[in-house]
């Protein structure tokens, strides 16, 4: 669904969850300004049984004129004339008063839970509804000059929702902070409004309310009701405790449960460990050491219908511990006599030449799905492309001994893959940003790749001979390798990507 799909619709209305946090707000302004660009009669909206209090929601709506509407829930009888649009929320769950419409709409980054609204847009991967918003406003190619305030309002939005960016894991969500002009005083004074002293004493309170697993060195702790930017303070606080290793601050709110994550050390990846929370009834990532999500209340409670939610949290920390075991490339190696021997097909990968798009010595940073690469340009950088749009740099040398260039365009599309972010570079000096797919050529390898391999029983977190300090995981099924050359040399290959791209041989 892109803007343009809703413009034929006039009025429109704009609709906030109730009790809207700033990420609502942020969105919902980025579609009404770009509906009132159209000149169609628009309204931003919200409902429920109380009006914003925060007081840094009420310095947003002031000082970037938000021109936001309460409308209490005795109107909802009300019908909406046009097209109703629920933002950061979906249209007839727990957490937005149900108004009648002519023609609805939902654009969201939660967990889908409606799923009758053919103009339904749902982004749960990314970190915040005003990345989403940013999308759609930059693809109807609408410039955003703060001239009205709206970089600052859809920044803010972000910094909020990833809790001041301490869970930013998207790149397109990287992608809104970095491009967006903003109003840095005015982002000033919200984050110095952003806690009140009611939430301070729902901080202290849940720190004395703590639960500790010696097992796994992890603590649980449950939160009052409060803003989510709150239990990432918490959590902070929490980690500084010589015992604790990990742990998982959370609390209830109308729609569901939002938590926080923390870890300190390299055998526990927080946003994998988000990701383990919230499986099936939720969305959650951020960085290594940093994370979060949220869990629909709808889903949980479908899962879950007798269990506590501190109970679920502890269980659940239990079985993520339980259930892969460490293992240390270069302190064992494996039983090849269990394992059989494959051939690495001959898929196209995709490469560029740095020195072709900027000048040697240009500082940039590559940004892939799998996150951010700082580099300098040097002549004889090479970038190849794999499958699903990740980034590997390599010297010319070392990219002539292992690939061959074949004379035409590589397209990830042709491999069979859509990636979910086409990689880019950025000039760290000028902004300038590059789009590598524009100008990636084909290349294959240059010659065979043999490894031993066998299926995982078990899920491992292993630290390779080239990473000491991030494991790679594997969960049963995937695949334990090791080069033909060095057994030693071994990695973890996830189960679809070598059914697609390794054959046995037969010895």
Not at 130 to 158: H, K, P, S
Not at 272 to 278: G, K
Not at 417 to 432: D, F, V
Request: glycine content about 6%.
């Amino acid at each position: 669904m892109r803007l343009t799909d809703l413009e034929e619709y006039d009025p429109i209305t704009i609709q906030c969850h109730d009790n809207p946090d700033a990420d609502a707000l942020g969105a919902g302004y980025g579609l009404y300004c770009y509906f009132k660009s159209k000149g169609r009669q628009v309204r931003l909206i919200y409902s429920g049984p109380n009006q914003i209090q925060k007081s840094n929601l009420k310095l947003m709506i002031e000082k970037l004129g938000l021109p936001v509407e309460y409308v209490a829930p005795a109107e909802c009888a009300r019908k909406i004339d046009g097209l109703l649009i629920t933002v950061d929320c979906q249209y007839g769950a727990g957490n937005v008063t149900r108004f009648e419409a002519d023609t609805l709409a939902i654009i969201d980054h939660h967990q889908q839970e409606i799923e009758d609204i053919p103009l339904t847009l749902i982004q749960p991967s990314l970190g915040s509804c005003c990345t989403l918003v940013w999308q759609l406003l930059t693809d109807a190619n609408y410039v955003i000059d703060d001239r009205n305030y709206l970089g600052t309002a859809l920044y803010y939005g972000l910094y909020m929702d990833t809790k001041q960016f301490s869970e930013l894991f998207n790149p397109l969500d990287m992608d809104l902070r970095e491009s967006v002009p903003y109003e840095k005083s005015l982002i000033t004074k919200f984050v110095n409004a952003n806690i009140s002293l009611r939430e301070l004493e729902v901080a202290a309170l849940a720190l004395l309310r703590y639960s500790y697993n010696d097992d796994y060195d992890f603590a649980v702790i449950r939160s009052k009701p409060c803003d989510p930017n709150v239990l990432g303070i918490i959590s902070d606080f929490v980690l500084q405790v010589d015992l604790f290793n990990s742990c998982v601050v959370f609390s209830q709110l109308n729609d569901g449960y939002k938590f926080s994550v923390r870890s300190c050390i390299p055998e526990v990846n927080a946003s994998e460990l988000a990701e383990y929370l919230a499986e099936d009834m939720g969305s959650g990532g951020g960085h290594y050491e940093k994370a979060g999500g949220f869990i629909s209340m709808k889903l949980y409670e479908k899962k879950y219908p007798t269990l506590h939610a501190e109970g679920y949290f502890n269980n659940r920390m239990v079985e993520y511990f339980d259930s892969f075991r460490i293992m240390r490339a270069g302190e064992f190696e494996p039983d090849l006599k269990t394992m059989n021997l494959y051939e690495k097909r001959d898929l196209p990968m995709g490469y560029v030449e740095a020195d072709n798009l900027l000048a040697t010595g240009t500082f940039i940073t590559i940004r892939t799905i799998k996150g951010d690469i700082e580099l300098r340009i040097e002549d004889d950088l090479y970038l190849v492309i794999g499958h699903k749009g990740e980034v590997i740099p390599m010297r010319r040398g070392e990219f002539e001994n292992t690939y061959y260039i074949m004379q035409e365009k590589y397209c990830l599309e042709d491999c069979g893959t859509k990636p979910e972010y086409a990689p880019s570079i950025k000039n760290k000096q000028s902004g300038q940003k590059i789009i590598l797919t524009d100008h990636t050529m084909k290349c294959l390898p240059a010659k065979k790749q043999y490894v031993y391999a066998k299926p995982l029983e078990e899920g491992i977190k292993l630290f390779t001979l080239w990473e000491k300090d991030r494991y790679m995981l594997g969960k049963p099924g995937d695949y334990l390798a090791a080069k033909q050359e060095n057994p030693k040399d071994v990695f973890v290959i996830p189960k679809a990507v070598f059914e697609q791209g390794y054959d046995r041989i037969q010895r």
